[in-house]
Nanobody, 121 residues
């Protein structure tokens, strides 16, 4: 199971840190990803981090503002979001993909329940 938390309401330019705690899986064998979705649109890739933590990748829209990291001792992945913009408003989901490096939502094996991020202008 994946449990996402840390969402909330923040003003434009502000910061939030999302967390996703994993249980029931061998965390160190899973790449972890963050996605986001707004009503009426497809789920959008945000970032992933390889199972070893050695490689990360970001969507162009968040590059330089968001940072994904993981703590394998705590079975947790984080998404530090800085310089937030109103267009970052969405439900954010964490996901796990076993030994895969992927941007496609369909490639991920497990999903968290989502956490709402709202950025006011």
């Amino acid at each position: 199971q994946l449990q996402a938390s840390g969402g909330g309401l923040v003003q434009s330019g502000g910061s939030l840190r999302l967390s996703c705690a994993a249980s029931g899986l061998t965390f160190t064998t899973y790449s972890m990803g963050w996605f986001r979705q707004v009503p009426g649109k497809e789920r959008e890739f945000v970032a992933y981090i390889m199972w070893s933590g050695g490689m990360t990748h970001y969507a162009d829209s968040v590059q330089g503002r968001f940072t994904i990291s993981r703590d394998n001792a705590k079975n947790t992945v984080y998404l530090q979001m800085n310089s937030l913009k109103p267009e970052d408003t969405a439900v954010y989901y964490c996901a796990a993909a076993k030994y895969k490096v992927e941007r496609r939502p369909g490639a991920f094996d497990y999903w968290g329940q989502g956490t709402q991020v709202t950025v006011s202008s």
